[in-house]
Protein backbone atom coordinates (compact mmCIF):
# COMPACT_ATOMS: atom_id res chain seq x y z
CA UNK A 1 0.00 0.00 0.00
CA UNK A 2 1.44 3.34 -0.92
CA UNK A 3 0.71 6.05 1.24
CA UNK A 4 1.41 9.92 0.49
CA UNK A 5 1.79 12.70 3.15
CA UNK A 6 1.01 16.44 1.87
CA UNK A 7 3.14 18.78 3.81
CA UNK A 8 2.75 22.08 2.88
CA UNK A 9 2.22 25.38 3.52
CA UNK A 10 -1.39 27.17 4.51
CA UNK A 11 -1.63 30.65 4.54
CA UNK A 12 -4.54 33.09 4.69
CA UNK A 13 -5.77 32.59 1.13
CA UNK A 14 -7.83 29.86 1.66
CA UNK A 15 -8.63 28.84 -2.11
CA UNK A 16 -5.04 28.87 -2.93
CA UNK A 17 -4.38 26.25 -0.28
CA UNK A 18 -6.68 24.00 -1.47
CA UNK A 19 -6.07 24.60 -4.87
CA UNK A 20 -2.30 23.54 -4.09
CA UNK A 21 -3.46 20.50 -2.23
CA UNK A 22 -5.32 18.92 -5.04
CA UNK A 23 -2.61 19.49 -7.32
CA UNK A 24 -0.29 17.82 -5.03
CA UNK A 25 -3.03 15.16 -4.34
CA UNK A 26 -3.20 14.70 -7.87
CA UNK A 27 0.45 14.47 -8.30
CA UNK A 28 0.79 11.51 -5.73
CA UNK A 29 -2.32 9.67 -7.19
CA UNK A 30 -0.43 9.66 -10.51
CA UNK A 31 2.50 8.62 -8.95
CA UNK A 32 0.52 5.55 -7.55
CA UNK A 33 -0.19 6.70 -3.83
CA UNK A 34 -3.33 4.62 -2.78
CA UNK A 35 -4.05 6.88 0.42
CA UNK A 36 -3.22 10.55 1.10
CA UNK A 37 -3.56 12.56 3.55
CA UNK A 38 -2.91 16.17 4.94
CA UNK A 39 -1.82 17.60 8.23
CA UNK A 40 -3.88 19.33 11.18
CA UNK A 41 -6.07 22.66 9.47
CA UNK A 42 -4.51 21.50 6.56
CA UNK A 43 -5.99 24.36 4.19
CA UNK A 44 -6.27 27.20 6.29
CA UNK A 45 -3.77 29.42 8.33
CA UNK A 46 -3.31 27.86 12.02
CA UNK A 47 -6.45 29.59 13.82
CA UNK A 48 -5.82 28.63 17.50
CA UNK A 49 -2.27 30.53 17.59
CA UNK A 50 -4.55 33.42 18.94
CA UNK A 51 -7.17 33.31 20.99
CA UNK A 52 -10.74 33.12 19.35
CA UNK A 53 -11.92 36.44 17.91
CA UNK A 54 -16.04 36.83 17.89
CA UNK A 55 -15.86 36.22 13.68
CA UNK A 56 -14.11 32.80 14.42
CA UNK A 57 -16.55 30.65 12.77
CA UNK A 58 -15.66 31.85 8.84
CA UNK A 59 -13.43 29.46 8.55
CA UNK A 60 -16.09 26.67 9.59
CA UNK A 61 -17.67 24.34 7.22
CA UNK A 62 -19.86 21.51 7.36
CA UNK A 63 -19.38 17.90 6.63
CA UNK A 64 -20.01 17.20 3.82
CA UNK A 65 -18.93 21.07 2.39
CA UNK A 66 -17.08 22.63 0.03
CA UNK A 67 -13.54 20.82 0.77
CA UNK A 68 -14.68 17.39 1.09
CA UNK A 69 -16.63 18.09 -2.28
CA UNK A 70 -13.66 19.09 -3.85
CA UNK A 71 -11.68 15.96 -2.62
CA UNK A 72 -14.46 13.43 -2.69
CA UNK A 73 -14.25 13.87 -6.82
CA UNK A 74 -11.11 13.52 -6.90
CA UNK A 75 -10.59 10.20 -4.57
CA UNK A 76 -13.62 8.81 -6.67
CA UNK A 77 -11.32 9.80 -10.18
CA UNK A 78 -8.52 8.11 -9.18
CA UNK A 79 -10.25 5.17 -6.55
CA UNK A 80 -8.17 6.65 -3.65
CA UNK A 81 -8.56 6.98 -0.03
CA UNK A 82 -8.29 10.70 1.30
CA UNK A 83 -7.78 11.70 4.98
CA UNK A 84 -8.34 15.64 5.53
CA UNK A 85 -8.39 17.47 8.38
CA UNK A 86 -10.79 20.78 9.10
CA UNK A 87 -12.81 23.16 10.75
CA UNK A 88 -16.14 21.51 11.22
CA UNK A 89 -19.23 23.46 12.58
CA UNK A 90 -22.27 21.22 13.22
CA UNK A 91 -25.45 22.04 14.92
CA UNK A 92 -23.91 25.09 16.18
CA UNK A 93 -20.79 23.71 17.55
CA UNK A 94 -16.94 23.84 15.96
CA UNK A 95 -14.90 20.68 15.86
CA UNK A 96 -11.06 19.63 15.07
CA UNK A 97 -12.09 16.71 12.16
CA UNK A 98 -10.78 14.21 10.01
CA UNK A 99 -13.28 13.41 7.03
CA UNK A 100 -12.11 10.06 5.35
CA UNK A 101 -13.18 9.75 2.20
CA UNK A 102 -13.13 6.42 0.19
CA UNK A 103 -12.38 5.26 -2.92
CA UNK A 104 -15.61 5.91 -4.40
CA UNK A 105 -15.75 9.53 -2.89
CA UNK A 106 -18.41 8.63 -0.21
CA UNK A 107 -17.43 9.98 3.58
CA UNK A 108 -16.33 6.42 5.27
CA UNK A 109 -16.98 8.20 8.58
CA UNK A 110 -15.32 11.34 10.57
CA UNK A 111 -13.31 11.45 13.76
CA UNK A 112 -13.24 14.49 15.76
CA UNK A 113 -10.13 15.65 17.92
CA UNK A 114 -11.28 14.39 21.65
CA UNK A 115 -8.65 15.90 24.00
CA UNK A 116 -8.66 19.70 23.56
CA UNK A 117 -5.27 21.58 25.21
CA UNK A 118 -5.23 25.60 25.84
CA UNK A 119 -1.54 26.91 25.76
CA UNK A 120 0.26 29.70 24.13
CA UNK A 121 -0.27 30.06 20.89
CA UNK A 122 -2.15 27.04 21.01
CA UNK A 123 -5.50 28.40 22.48
CA UNK A 124 -7.69 25.60 21.48
CA UNK A 125 -10.83 25.34 23.84
CA UNK A 126 -11.84 28.64 22.25
CA UNK A 127 -12.64 27.15 18.56
CA UNK A 128 -13.00 23.46 19.34
CA UNK A 129 -15.65 21.17 21.40
CA UNK A 130 -14.51 18.24 22.23
CA UNK A 131 -15.06 15.23 20.18
CA UNK A 132 -18.70 13.34 20.66
CA UNK A 133 -18.32 10.88 17.64
CA UNK A 134 -17.35 7.14 18.91
CA UNK A 135 -15.82 6.93 14.89
CA UNK A 136 -12.19 6.48 15.75
CA UNK A 137 -11.69 3.80 13.00
CA UNK A 138 -13.02 4.12 9.12
CA UNK A 139 -13.26 1.13 6.86
CA UNK A 140 -12.44 1.68 3.73
CA UNK A 141 -11.45 -0.06 0.05
CA UNK A 142 -8.22 0.52 0.91
CA UNK A 143 -7.82 -1.00 4.65
CA UNK A 144 -9.73 -0.05 8.34
CA UNK A 145 -8.14 3.79 9.05
CA UNK A 146 -7.49 5.24 12.13
CA UNK A 147 -7.18 8.88 13.19
CA UNK A 148 -5.53 10.78 16.00
CA UNK A 149 -6.12 13.89 15.79
CA UNK A 150 -2.58 16.29 17.09
CA UNK A 151 -3.18 16.36 20.41
CA UNK A 152 -5.22 12.68 20.76
CA UNK A 153 -1.64 11.21 20.16
CA UNK A 154 -0.18 11.81 23.80
CA UNK A 155 -2.79 9.90 25.24
CA UNK A 156 -1.81 6.21 25.49
CA UNK A 157 -5.16 5.02 26.59
CA UNK A 158 -6.42 6.73 23.51
CA UNK A 159 -3.50 4.88 21.22
CA UNK A 160 -4.31 1.65 22.67
CA UNK A 161 -8.08 1.72 22.06
CA UNK A 162 -7.37 2.50 18.40
CA UNK A 163 -5.22 -0.91 18.56
CA UNK A 164 -8.06 -2.63 20.00
CA UNK A 165 -10.38 -1.38 17.21
CA UNK A 166 -7.68 -2.60 14.73
CA UNK A 167 -6.90 -0.34 12.12
CA UNK A 168 -3.99 -1.31 9.27
CA UNK A 169 -3.02 2.61 9.62
CA UNK A 170 -3.22 5.16 12.12
CA UNK A 171 -2.88 8.77 10.68
CA UNK A 172 -2.07 11.67 12.74
CA UNK A 173 -2.64 15.31 11.03
CA UNK A 174 -0.32 17.55 13.48
CA UNK A 175 0.33 21.30 14.07
CA UNK A 176 4.38 20.92 15.38
CA UNK A 177 6.40 24.09 16.06
CA UNK A 178 10.03 24.08 15.53
CA UNK A 179 12.00 23.15 18.44
CA UNK A 180 8.69 22.06 20.48
CA UNK A 181 10.01 19.23 22.31
CA UNK A 182 13.05 17.51 22.61
CA UNK A 183 14.81 15.94 19.46
CA UNK A 184 13.25 12.62 18.36
CA UNK A 185 10.48 12.57 20.99
CA UNK A 186 7.60 12.78 18.55
CA UNK A 187 8.93 10.38 16.47
CA UNK A 188 9.54 7.95 19.20
CA UNK A 189 5.89 8.27 20.50
CA UNK A 190 4.40 7.15 17.63
CA UNK A 191 7.34 4.49 17.30
CA UNK A 192 6.05 2.92 20.69
CA UNK A 193 2.23 3.43 19.98
CA UNK A 194 3.30 1.38 16.58
CA UNK A 195 5.18 -1.18 18.43
CA UNK A 196 2.55 -1.65 21.58
CA UNK A 197 -0.45 -1.38 19.29
CA UNK A 198 -0.03 -3.10 15.86
CA UNK A 199 -0.54 -0.53 13.72
CA UNK A 200 1.28 1.57 11.17
CA UNK A 201 0.93 5.07 11.87
CA UNK A 202 1.55 8.55 9.58
CA UNK A 203 1.74 12.00 11.27
CA UNK A 204 1.37 14.35 8.54
CA UNK A 205 2.49 17.64 9.95
CA UNK A 206 1.87 21.99 8.94
CA UNK A 207 5.52 23.36 8.13
CA UNK A 208 6.26 27.37 7.36
CA UNK A 209 6.11 30.51 9.31
CA UNK A 210 2.85 31.60 10.46
CA UNK A 211 1.83 34.68 12.23
CA UNK A 212 3.11 33.31 15.68
CA UNK A 213 4.31 29.78 14.89
CA UNK A 214 6.83 28.32 12.63
CA UNK A 215 5.70 25.04 12.19
CA UNK A 216 8.98 22.15 11.25
CA UNK A 217 7.19 19.70 8.76
CA UNK A 218 9.25 16.84 9.60
CA UNK A 219 6.38 14.18 8.64
CA UNK A 220 6.84 10.89 9.08
CA UNK A 221 5.47 6.90 8.98
CA UNK A 222 6.44 4.46 11.58
CA UNK A 223 5.78 0.74 10.98
CA UNK A 224 4.31 -2.12 13.35
CA UNK A 225 7.44 -2.71 14.47
CA UNK A 226 8.43 0.44 15.97
CA UNK A 227 10.55 1.58 13.37
CA UNK A 228 10.95 4.98 11.04
CA UNK A 229 10.34 3.83 7.37
CA UNK A 230 10.13 7.79 6.22
CA UNK A 231 10.41 10.88 7.00
CA UNK A 232 9.73 14.43 5.19
CA UNK A 233 12.39 17.51 5.58
CA UNK A 234 12.42 20.13 8.32
CA UNK A 235 11.03 23.22 7.45
CA UNK A 236 9.87 22.59 3.50
CA UNK A 237 7.29 22.01 1.58
CA UNK A 238 6.88 18.29 0.34
CA UNK A 239 5.02 15.06 -0.19
CA UNK A 240 6.32 12.24 1.62
CA UNK A 241 5.87 8.65 0.29
CA UNK A 242 6.28 5.12 2.13
CA UNK A 243 5.20 1.83 1.09
CA UNK A 244 2.89 -0.20 3.70
CA UNK A 245 2.47 -3.99 3.60
CA UNK A 246 -0.37 -4.39 6.19
CA UNK A 247 -0.16 -8.02 5.74
CA UNK A 248 3.02 -7.89 7.57
CA UNK A 249 1.05 -6.63 11.36
CA UNK A 250 -0.04 -10.00 12.14
CA UNK A 251 3.93 -10.85 13.17
CA UNK A 252 4.66 -8.31 14.80
CA UNK A 253 4.84 -8.45 18.73
CA UNK A 254 1.82 -6.35 19.51
CA UNK A 255 -0.43 -8.35 17.49
CA UNK A 256 1.25 -11.79 18.31
CA UNK A 257 1.72 -11.24 22.13
CA UNK A 258 0.58 -8.07 23.60
CA UNK A 259 -2.45 -7.57 22.71
CA UNK A 260 -3.89 -11.21 22.64
CA UNK A 261 -2.12 -11.06 26.75
CA UNK A 262 -3.70 -8.46 27.77
CA UNK A 263 -5.88 -9.04 31.24
CA UNK A 264 -8.46 -6.14 31.52
CA UNK A 265 -10.30 -8.20 34.36
CA UNK A 266 -6.98 -7.96 36.47
CA UNK A 267 -6.75 -3.89 35.56
CA UNK A 268 -10.23 -3.01 36.91
CA UNK A 269 -9.90 -4.80 40.09
CA UNK A 270 -6.57 -3.28 40.59
CA UNK A 271 -7.94 0.12 39.62
CA UNK A 272 -4.53 0.65 37.60
CA UNK A 273 -6.68 3.07 35.41
CA UNK A 274 -9.02 5.68 37.20
CA UNK A 275 -11.38 8.08 35.84
Known sequence: MKIALVQQYAGEDVDANRSNALRRARSAAESGAEIIAFAELGFLPFLPQNPA??????????????????????????GIVIVLNLFE???????????V?????TIAGI??????????????????????LNTLVHDTNKGRVGIAICYDRHFPEYMRQLGLLDPDI?????????????????????QVASFQNGYFAALANRVGKEEK?????????TDPFG??????????????????DFSKRAKCAARRFFL????PAVYRQFQLLKD
Request: aromatic share 12%.
Open 53 to 78: GPDFKKYAEPVPGPTTEMFSALAKEF
Open 260 to 263: PDRR
Open 170 to 190: VFVPQAGTMDEWPAGIFEAEL
Open 111 to 132: TRMVHIMDGLGFHEKGYYTPGD
Open 101 to 105: INTDG
Open 227 to 244: QVIAQAPRGEEAVLFADC
Open 89 to 99: ESDGRTYDSSP
Open 213 to 221: LHFSGESFI
